[in-house]
């Protein structure tokens, strides 16, 4: 069973900053990758950044420079430092993990948080 709890959302100023968290819960698998998605209504889920178990990490062109992700993998949690926040940014912010088991491989995303910038 995998389960994905997000915090950090919230209303904030163009140029502002919000800290997303997410805890995750997958006592039967191995978390390989873990990251965030975003989405807006009537768009497509795009990924906003990945760090894999070797913090290799991946971004969105449009928030390079902007965010920042990181990871604990003994506690199995990973951030999303938002810095320079943009109307753009408003969506649902998902935490998203891909999980091991043997050979296998599954992909999980939580509930969302919701982050809405100012205009």
């Known amino acids: 069973q995998v389960q994905l709890v997000e915090t950090g959302g919230g209303l904030v100023q163009i140029g502002g900053s919000l800290r997303l968290s997410c805890a995750a819960s997958?006592?039967?698998?191995?978390?390989?990758?873990m990251g965030w998605y975003r989405q807006v209504p009537g768009k497509q889920r795009e990924l906003v950044a990945s760090?894999?178990?070797?913090?290799?990490?991946t971004y969105a062109d449009s928030v390079k420079g902007r965010f920042a992700i990181s990871r604990d993998t003994a506690k199995s949690t990973v951030d999303l430092q938002m810095n320079s926040l943009k109307p753009e940014d408003t969506a649902v912010y998902y935490c998203?993990?891909?999980?091991?088991?043997?050979?296998?491989?599954?992909?999980?995303w939580g509930r969302g948080t919701q982050v809405t910038v100012s205009s």
């Open positions: 760090i894999g178990q070797g913090e290799a990490t």
């Open positions: 998203y993990v891909n999980v091991v088991r043997w050979t296998a491989t599954y992909n999980y």
């Open positions: 997958a006592s039967s698998f191995s978390i390989n990758t």
